[in-house]
């Protein structure tokens, strides 16, 4: 089993920064890939960003150039830094990792006001 726990949602205007964290802990060696989704009202959770094992990066192209992915091993934490956040960033952003199974956070709110 893994856990998850984000933190790190705010409320910020728009053009502002967050920076969210999420720190695994349980059978941290099973995982392969960790990401951030993102899930708005009435909106289907969609991909933010993922990052691999391995430190490869995949990002959906409405962040790309104002989000940035990455990990720290050694503390078992993900992050997901927002720069430049929209309106339309706002959401509940939950860290996912893939190992044996897929495991889910409890998600962070994410409010950015114009």
């Known amino acids: 089993q893994v856990q998850l726990v984000e933190s790190g949602g705010n409320s910020v205007q728009a053009g502002g920064s967050l920076r969210l964290s999420c720190a695994a802990s349980?059978?941290?060696?099973?995982?392969?890939?960790m990401g951030w989704y993102r899930q708005a009202p009435g909106k289907q959770r969609e991909l933010v960003a993922a990052?691999?094992?391995?430190?490869?990066?995949n990002y959906a192209d409405s962040v790309k150039g104002r989000f940035t992915i990455s990990r720290d091993n050694a503390k078992n934490t993900m992050y997901l830094q927002m720069n430049s956040l929209k309106p339309e960033d706002t959401a509940v952003y939950y860290c996912?990792?893939?190992?044996?199974?897929?495991?889910w956070g409890q998600g962070t709110q994410v409010t950015v006001s114009s």
């Open positions: 996912m990792a893939m190992g044996l199974l897929l495991y």
């Open positions: 349980g059978s941290i060696f099973s995982i392969n890939a």
């Open positions: 990052i691999t094992s391995s430190g490869t990066t």
